[in-house]
């Protein structure tokens, strides 16, 4: 009797372990999962044109053979200029055309200090950068819009310092972007 009993205990264990293994192999499955995500962003603030304006005699500086004159280069987001201005009172005004030509929207984060262009020698001659009118303050800048901001290079006409001769002075101006933040919703 003992030996049927033990059978019985086998068979019993047989069946637990086969169906814990047909549990096991219902419940125990392989999850596939194919797709493809395609990110259709593109980063392209620039500038893309500069163009000039001159008073009082104001004009590019020449090069040393004085054959050819020096206008202002740029790359992607800054811009280099060598103005010559010949008595106080010059100015010579450039405006910059920066484009957004991605998809991505833009943020200026602030107009750049000349501070440290200004205290270089010549001192008379002075660099401001400011929005051009009708754009000021347009800090956010969307794909396909364009924005121009104005770098003037003066002489202050009440200068008594007694130059004689024209002076120059070349800056670089850098136009410092960087991805906008999304716009905030309004509210009902």
Do not use: C, H
């Not at 059978?7 to 169906?19: E, G, H, K, Q, Y």
């Not at 205290?119 to 660099?127: G, L, R, S, T, V």
């Not at 290079?153 to 800056?171: C, F, H, L, Q, R």
């Not at 850098?174 to 933040?181: D, G, K, R, V, W």
Request: net charge negative.
């Amino acid at each position: 009797m003992q030996s049927k009993k033990k059978n019985r205990v086998i068979i019993a264990l047989v069946v637990i372990v086969a169906f814990m293994a047909v549990g096991y192999a219902i419940l125990q499955q392989q999850l596939t999962i194919n797709g493809t995500a395609n990110i259709d962003a593109k980063w392209k603030v620039e500038i893309t044109g500069i163009e000039g304006s001159f008073s009082e005699g104001a004009s590019n500086t020449m090069d040393d053979d004085g054959m050819t004159e020096i206008t202002p280069t740029f790359d992607a987001t800054s811009a280099t200029f060598n103005a010559t201005l010949p008595v106080p009172g010059a100015e010579a005004d450039y405006t910059i055309t920066v484009t957004n030509n991605g998809t991505i929207p833009a943020m200026l984060n602030g107009l750049p200090e000349v501070d440290t262009i200004n205290a270089q020698d010549p001192e008379q001659i002075q660099y401001v950068v400011e929005f051009a009118d009708g754009d000021e303050g347009k800090y956010r800048l969307e794909p396909e819009e364009s924005v121009q901001f104005v770098v003037a290079v003066y002489w202050d006409s009440n200068d008594e310092i007694g130059v004689t001769e024209p002076v120059s002075k070349e800056a670089t101006i850098t136009l410092n972007y960087t991805q906008a933040p999304e716009e905030s919703g309004g509210g009902d």
